[in-house]
């Protein structure tokens, strides 16, 4: 591996292009598009002689705020094998927005395995006595940013939620997504029926979960694992020797628990006219 002399410059470096894009935290899709960070990059090593692509790192649509990404943990890998010499992003929030772990690779694991680091747009080049001069006022700047995004998107999707909007990716049993409307659902034909019976079961002739359940199996009717096609819906297997799932008590008082139905929380506005 070649040393970086903090002296001398003009050794020549193998460089690691890192590249990373999230929605999650508010990046700009064209701003910060893979394209565009790939290009400023190529142009800074082409500016800089002593700077040679060794290899490119990208995690398009991972966070910042974690550093469990595939991309950064097989450069990683590649730095401990003595593949790099440098690493370079577009700016600082590329390679991390959490303050803290952040600050543990800039500040302790690149320096201890000698890796030179660059972020053009901030400026950042820890060959220069003052490369990190402003480091830390960054690298807080960027853990506040990503604080406030994550809140911002959270406060959306109360809005959209508040407004009837349904966010879960997978309908309730008893409901389908509406095809003409985006996050609305409606009645399904079925399973709402089925709904209905198991809550008129229990309210008006005051049955338990476990014998509304043995009801259902009884007359074979398909609990949501099999009606919805998704056996992973169901966390706990079925006891029953077939191997098949089947009704449980737990699974009929989540029903009876779940606001969705009884219309108790923000989803109240879900097919309002027709449930």
Not at 118 to 145: E, R, W
Request: hydrophobic share 30%; with cysteine.
């Amino acid at each position: 591996m070649i040393k970086i002399n903090r002296v001398n410059s003009c050794l020549k470096l193998r460089v690691a292009k890192y590249i990373r894009l999230s929605r999650e935290d508010g990046d700009d899709r064209e701003s910060e598009s893979v394209e565009n960070q790939r290009d400023i990059i190529d142009n800074y090593i082409l500016e800089h002689e002593e700077l040679i692509e060794a290899g490119e790192y990208v995690d398009d649509g991972y966070t910042g705020t974690n550093f469990n990404r595939p991309g950064f943990q097989q450069m990683l890998k590649d730095i401990e094998e003595e593949k790099i010499d440098c690493i370079i992003t577009k700016d600082l929030s590329r390679f991390g927005r959490d303050h803290i772990d952040t600050g543990y690779y800039l500040e302790r694991f690149l320096p201890a395995n000698n890796i030179r680091y660059i972020a053009i747009g901030d400026n950042v080049d820890t060959i220069k006595p003052d490369g990190l001069q402003f480091l830390t006022f960054k690298l807080s700047f960027n853990d506040y940013y990503a604080q406030d995004i994550s809140n911002k998107i959270k406060s959306v999707k109360q809005r959209k939620i508040e407004k009837g909007e349904y966010q879960a990716g997978i309908p309730p049993y008893g409901y389908k997504k509406d095809k003409n409307i985006k996050n609305h659902l409606i009645p399904d034909e079925y399973s709402s029926q089925i709904v209905k019976e198991i809550f008129h079961m229990y309210v008006n002739q005051g049955m338990s979960t476990i014998k509304i359940a043995d009801e259902l199996n009884k007359r074979k009717v398909e609990p949501p694992a099999i009606y919805l096609k998704i056996p992973t819906y169901m966390k706990k297997p079925s006891s029953n020797p077939n191997g098949k799932y089947v009704w449980l008590r737990s699974q009929i008082g989540k029903i009876l628990r779940n606001e969705v139905y009884l219309r108790k929380c923000s989803w109240k506005k879900i097919s309002k006219s027709k449930s």
